[in-house]
C-alpha cells in the first residue's frame, strides 16, 4: 500500500507542477482589483482567466498526469485512458444525469403524477418546469462538487490500471483490431461506468453527512473550530472539505462566515465573530507550509536537491502568496501520508488558537499574503497585526518537527526517493549506468549535440547534429562495442543487452533530472590500451559454446548476415538462422535476462554464465511489436526447447525487413558458437 501511495505521489508531481504559475496569476489578478477599488479592467481578466483555466481545471489535470505516471512505460495511451475514465463518471454524475437516474427531477413541463415525494423532497418551480428536488442529492451533484481533485486522481488511477493490464492484450482476428492499446480506452470505459454508478449512491451519504458532522461541531466553541480545520485538511484528497466549507463559510447553518466579512457584516454574534472560521488559515497558509517546503528541501538528498528546489520554491511561493497550497501538499501527501497527518493537526490547532484570540480574518480567494493585505482594512478585520506574529512562530514549528520526523522515520518527501528505486515490475533501473550514460554524452559532443535517441535491444540509435566531433576511442573506452554512422546524422553505438539503462540515464541527465558525474571522474569500463579506433581484432577462439537451434531454418556464418553490427563482429561471435518457422525456443537451459518491448529480441544468460541475444530479423524494431508475441518476461527460469516468442514471419517480410536471425555471445568474445 505504501508503495502505492509513494507511486502515486510521484506521478502527482506531474501535474501539480504547473499549479503555482497559475495561482500566481489569479493573485497578481485579485491584488489589482483590489487596489482598484474592486473593479476589474481588461489586464485583471486576462491574468485570471489564465490563472483559472488550469485552476479549475486541476482534477482533468490530475486525470491525465496520474494515468501517465502510474503507467508502466506510457507511451500516451494511458493518458487518454485516464481522460475516458474523467468524461463518463463526470458526465454521469453531472446535475441533469443525477435528476434522469435518480428520479429527482422532470424535463416534462408537468410533473410526473406516479412519483412519489420522499422525505425532505419538495417540488419546486425551476425554469417554468416542475422539479422534484431533494436537498441532499442536489447539494452533492451541485454543479463542481464532485468535479474535484480526488475524482480527478481516482480516473488517472483506473486509466493506469487498465493500461497496465489490457495494452498487451490479443483478441481474436475478427477483433484484431481492437486488440492492445486500442482495447485500454474499452475496458477503462466500463471499468468507468461501474466506479460512476457506485458514487452516483454513495457521495450523496457521504456529502451529507459531513455537512451533518459540521453543523454539529459549530457549537463546539474553540475546539469545534479546531476540529473543523482538522478535517478541513484531511478532506483535500478527497475533495469532500467543500462540504465542511459550506457549512462555516456559507449559510448552511446560518454562519456564512466568507459572505459576511466581505460585506462587513458582523451576523449574529459579537463584533469580531466574523471571520473566526477563515483568520486560522493564515499563518499555516503564509507560514507553516513554506516552513513544511524548507524542511524537505534541506532533508533532500545532494544530487537530488535541485529537482527539490524547484518544486517546493514554486510551491511556497502560491501558499504565501496567493494561498494556494495543493502543489505543496500534494507533493507529500501521498509521499508521506504521516506528515500530512501532522500538518492537518496543525491547522486545527491554528483555527481553535485564533479563534480565543482578539484576531479576526477574511478572504475572498484564500488565506494568503494578498487577502490578508486586500482585508486589512475591512470593518470585521480585528487586530490583524497578530497573524504576522503567529506566521513565523508557525515557520518554525512546521521547519523543525517535519525535519525531525522526515529524518527520525526517513520518509520519502521530494528529493529522498531510494536510489535503486525501481521503475516497473520487471526491475528496470538507470541509477547504475549514470556514469556510463555521463561518458558517452561527453564522447558524443555534449547533451546540445544529441538531437535524437532511441534504443534497439544492443545499441543505441541516435541522431547527431555534428559527427565529426564524435569521440570513438572515448566510446569505446565507457563499454561500447563499436560505432555504426548509417549515414546522414544517424549514429549508432553499440552496448549490449543492459542499453536500455543507459539509454534511460541519458535521458535522464539530458533532461536535467539528475545531476551527472563529471565524465573524466567516472572510471572506464575499458583499459586505454585495448581500445582500438580501428575494425575489431580477431581474437582467439579459446571457447565453444553449443546451442540448440532457437528456430527451425538453415544456420549461416554471422559474417554473411547482411547488417554491419553483427557481420563484423562487433555485438560478439555467433551465428545466424534464416528461419522457416516462426516459434522461437530457447537453446538452452538459462535465464530470461530481457525481453525487448517490440518483442523482436530476447537476451538469455546461460547456466554457466553465457549471456547469448536472439535478435529475429534486421531492424523488426521499427515495426514496434506487430507480428511478435512474447511468451516470458525477464526473470523467467527456461528449458532447452521451451517457446520464447512467436513470430510472424509473413509479416516480416511484407515489412520489407529481412527474417534472418543473429545468435549472438555477448560477453565473450573469444567463443565459438555451435548451432545444433
Known amino acids: ?94 446535475p441533469t444525469s443525477v435528476m434522469t437516474l435518480l428520479n429527482t427531477g422532470f424535463a416534462d413541463s408537468e410533473l410526473n403524477p406516479d412519483s412519489k415525494l420522499g422525505a425532505g423532497q419538495q417540488v419546486a418551480e425551476v425554469g417554468g418546469k416542475l422539479v422534484l428536488q431533494s436537498p441532499d442529492v442536489n447539494a452533492a451533484f451541485a454543479p463542481g462538487s464532485f468535479q474535484n481533485a480526488f475524482i480527478g486522481i481516482l480516473c488517472g488511477v483506473i486509466g493506469a490500471l487498465c493500461y497496465n493490464r489490457f495494452k498487451d492484450t490479443k483478441l481474436p482476428d475478427a477483433l484484431s483490431f481492437f486488440s492492445g492499446r486500442r482495447s485500454v480506452a474499452i475496458v477503462t470505459a466500463g471499468v468507468s461506468l461501474i466506479v460512476g454508478l457506485i458514487l452516483l449512491f454513495v457521495w450523496p451519504f457521504v456529502y451529507t453527512g459531513l455537512v451533518n458532522f459540521g453543523e454539529w461541531i459549530v457549537g463546539l466553541g474553540a475546539f469545534g473550530s479546531g476540529v473543523y480545520g482538522f478535517f478541513n485538511r484531511l478532506l483535500i484528497p478527497f475533495g469532500l472539505h467543500h462540504a465542511l466549507n459550506s457549512v462555516f463559510w456559507f449559510d448552511v447553518a446560518g454562519i456564512n462566515d466568507l459572505s459576511n466579512f466581505a460585506a462587513g457584516d458582523k451576523g449574529e454574534g459579537v463584533f469580531g465573530v466574523t471571520g473566526q472560521y477563515m483568520t486560522g488559515f493564515f499563518p499555516i497558509m503564509m507560514f507553516g507550509l513554506p516552513g513544511a517546503a524548507l524542511a524537505m528541501y534541506v532533508t533532500a538528498k545532494t544530487k537530488r536537491k535541485k529537482i527539490a528546489y524547484g518544486i517546493l520554491l514554486s510551491g511556497a511561493v502560491a501558499s504565501f502568496f496567493v494561498g494556494v497550497t495543493e502543489p505543496l501538499e500534494f507533493a507529500f501527501m501521498f509521499l508521506a501520508p504521516f506528515l500530512f497527518l501532522i500538518h492537518a493537526v496543525f491547522m486545527g490547532i491554528s483555527m481553535a488558537i485564533s479563534q480565543l484570540l482578539p484576531v479576526r480574518m477574511g ?79 561527453d564522447a558524443l559532443g555534449g547533451k546540445a549535440n544529441i538531437t535524437e535517441l532511441d534504443n534497439c535491444a544492443t545499441r543505441l540509435r541516435m541522431e547527431i547534429a555534428d559527427t565529426s566531433v564524435i569521440d570513438e576511442p572515448a566510446l569505446k573506452r565507457a563499454g561500447a562495442a563499436g560505432t555504426i554512422k548509417p549515414g546522414g546524422n544517424s549514429v549508432q553505438v553499440i552496448y549490449g543487452l543492459n542499453v536500455q ?109 553465457t549471456e547469448v541475444l536472439i535478435h529475429v530479423g534486421l531492424d523488426t524494431v521499427k515495426m514496434k511489436g506487430d507480428g511478435f508475441e512474447p511468451l516470458v518476461k525477464a ?20 515489412a520489407g525487413y529481412p527474417t534472418v536471425t543473429p545468435v549472438v555471445v555477448m560477453n565473450d568474445k573469444s567463443a565459438v558458437v555451435e548451432l545444433l
Open 501 to 609: 539503462f543507459v539509454k534511460d540515464a541519458m535521458e535522464k541527465i539530458m533532461a536535467g533530472q539528475i545531476d551527472a558525474p563529471d565524465a573524466a571522474d567516472v572510471p572506464d569500463a575499458v583499459p586505454d590500451a585495448t581500445v582500438d579506433s580501428g575494425p575489431v581484432a580477431t581474437l582467439e577462439k579459446t571457447a565453444t559454446v553449443t546451442l540448440k537451434r532457437p528456430l527451425q531454418g538453415y544456420a549461416i556464418a554471422l559474417s554473411e548476415v547482411p547488417d554491419k553490427t553483427f557481420s563484423s563482429g562487433m555485438m560478439g561471435p555467433g551465428a545466424a538462422i534464416v528461419p522457416t518457422s516462426g516459434e522461437v525456443t530457447a537453446p538452452a537451459d538459462a535465464t530470461v535476462v530481457t525481453v525487448f518491448p517490440t518483442g523482436h529480441a530476447i537476451g538469455l544468460k546461460l547456466t554457466d554464465g
Open 635 to 654: 526473470g523467467d527460469t527456461v528449458t532447452e526447447g521451451q517457446a520464447l516468442l512467436n513470430v510472424d514471419l509473413a509479416k516480416i517480410e511484407a
Open 1 to 94: 500500500m505504501m508503495k502505492f501511495l509513494q507511486n502515486l505521489g510521484k506521478s502527482i508531481m506531474l501535474p501539480v507542477a504547473v499549479l503555482p504559475v497559475a495561482a500566481i496569476l489569479v493573485g497578481i489578478s485579485n491584488w489589482i482589483i483590489g487596489a482598484n477599488d474592486g473593479q476589474a479592467n481588461v489586464v485583471t481578466s486576462f491574468l485570471q482567466t489564465a490563472g483559472l483555466a488550469i485552476i479549475a481545471n486541476m482534477p482533468i489535470l490530475f486525470a491525465v498526469g496520474v494515468s501517465i505516471g502510474m503507467a508502466k512505460k506510457s507511451d500516451g495511451t494511458s493518458a487518454l485512458a485516464g481522460l475516458v475514465s474523467w468524461l463518463i463518471i463526470t458526465s454521469l454524475l453531472a
Open 363 to 441: 478572504f475572498g480567494f484564500s488565506g494568503g499574503f494578498v487577502d490578508l493585505v486586500l482585508n486589512w482594512t475591512n470593518p470585521m478585520a480585528e487586530n490583524p497585526w497578530i497573524i504576522l506574529i503567529m506566521g513565523p512562530i508557525w515557520f518554525l514549528i512546521y521547519f523543525f518537527v517535519f525535519r525531525w520526523v522526515i529524518l527520525k522515520f526517513q520518509l520519502k518527501t521530494p528529493g529522498r526517493e531510494d536510489d535503486d528505486e525501481v521503475e516497473g515490475e520487471d526491475g528496470d533501473s538507470s541509477a547504475g549506468f549514470v556514469g556510463t550514460a555521463a561518458k558517452f554524452i
